[in-house]
């Protein structure tokens, strides 16, 4: 049973987690949790608004382009709660 929060998608014929809320990731000696999703602005493409629709646990060099349900994804700095600041994969899509 997936956690609350988490899905899955694939990139390029690789699986990664796809996580809505509550993402933490373990760095160092301690675990970081990232700032909710509804924190982080849209952005612009062309004329279309994407908004910020999950974190996912791609590495920067599949986090690019298009999803098949066309979704943005954007390798980006993302602020975590304890204060910290880490390049993560964002998906960002039409809807919100």
């Known amino acids: ?3 609350r929060g988490a899905g899955r998608t694939v990139i390029r ?3 990664y987690s796809v996580w ?3 993402y933490r990731v ?4 301690g675990w970081r949790t990232f700032v909710a999703l509804s924190t982080l602005g849209a952005i ?3 004329s279309n608004q994407y ?3 999950a974190y996912i646990s791609a590495p920067e060099a599949y986090c690019e382009g298009l999803t098949e349900d066309g979704c943005e994804l954007q390798w980006q700095e993302v602020q975590t709660i304890e204060g910290d600041v880490f390049d993560q994969c964002v998906a ?3 809807w919100r």
């Open 26 to 29: 373990r760095r160092g000696s």
């Open 13 to 15: 014929g690789q699986n």
């Open 44 to 46: 612009a493409i062309s």
């Open 20 to 22: 809505r809320s509550g």
């Open 51 to 53: 908004y910020p629709y």
């Open 1 to 3: 049973m997936p956690a």
């Open 92 to 94: 960002y899509c039409p």
